[in-house]
Each structure stands twice: as structure tokens, then as C-alpha cells.
């Protein structure tokens, strides 16, 4: 089983950067896929990126790319989402995701596990 906590949401200003950080729990986290994604209100949860096992392969939902880049750290336990050049759709619960799976998904129901989210706020 895998625990995760999100940190590192806030509000910023359109433009400008944050660094999303997920730390998990658990003895097996290099054995899990991980993911991003996010939810405005009144909205779906939806993908923003996600990370095979061993950080070889990652992919971006189109709307992100080229703007956040999603890496983890095995050592520690870690993965993160550095999201730059911000612009106010951006803003949203953002969440953390564990998928106990060598192919890495895009989709939601794929994932096993998931963390309580952070806010994040674009301001125009």
C-alpha cells in the first residue's frame, strides 16, 4: 500500500512557476507508475502528466507540454511536477497518483492510489 501527500501548491501570479512535490510511503514505490492530475471546479479530474517506474518515459497531457515536467526520485521516495510559464486555466486541486503497473496511464481509474490534492491558483 502507498500513501501520498502532496505540498507545494499556492498562488502565483500568470507567468510565473511552482513546483508540486508528492512524497510517498511504502517500501515498493520504485515498483509504481505515477501520475498527475488535476480538477477545476465544476470540472472532471483530468491527466497532466505521469512517470513509468523508472523515469525513463514520461507523458503530458497537450494541454502542459512543453510548460511542466514531471520527474521522481526513487531514493526519496518522490515525485514531482515542475509546471512553468502558468496561465490562469492552469488553476485547480492538483493530485498525486500511484499506479501499481510497469506501463505507465493516462487515465484516472487506472490508478490505485491517490493523495488528498493541493490548490493551485493563476491569477490574470
Known amino acids: 500500500q502507498v500513501q501520498l501527500v502532496e505540498s507545494g501548491g499556492g498562488l502565483v501570479q500568470a507567468g510565473g512557476s511552482l513546483r508540486l512535490s508528492c512524497a510517498a510511503s511504502?517500501?515498493?514505490?520504485?515498483?509504481?507508475?505515477m501520475g498527475w492530475f488535476r480538477q477545476a471546479p465544476g470540472k472532471e479530474r483530468e491527466f497532466v502528466a505521469a512517470i513509468n517506474w523508472s523515469g525513463g518515459r514520461t507523458y503530458y497531457a497537450d494541454s502542459v507540454k512543453g510548460r511542466f515536467t514531471i520527474s521522481r526520485d526513487n531514493a526519496k521516495k518522490a515525485v514531482y511536477l515542475q509546471m512553468n510559464s502558468l496561465k490562469p486555466e492552469d488553476t485547480a486541486v492538483y493530485y498525486c497518483?500511484?499506479?501499481?503497473?510497469?506501463?505507465?496511464?493516462?487515465?484516472?481509474?487506472?490508478?490505485?492510489?491517490w493523495g488528498q490534492g493541493t490548490q493551485v491558483t493563476v491569477s490574470s
Open positions: 511504502g517500501r515498493t514505490f520504485s515498483s509504481y507508475a
Open positions: 497518483a500511484a499506479d501499481y503497473a510497469l506501463a505507465v496511464a493516462t487515465t484516472r481509474y487506472e490508478y490505485d492510489y
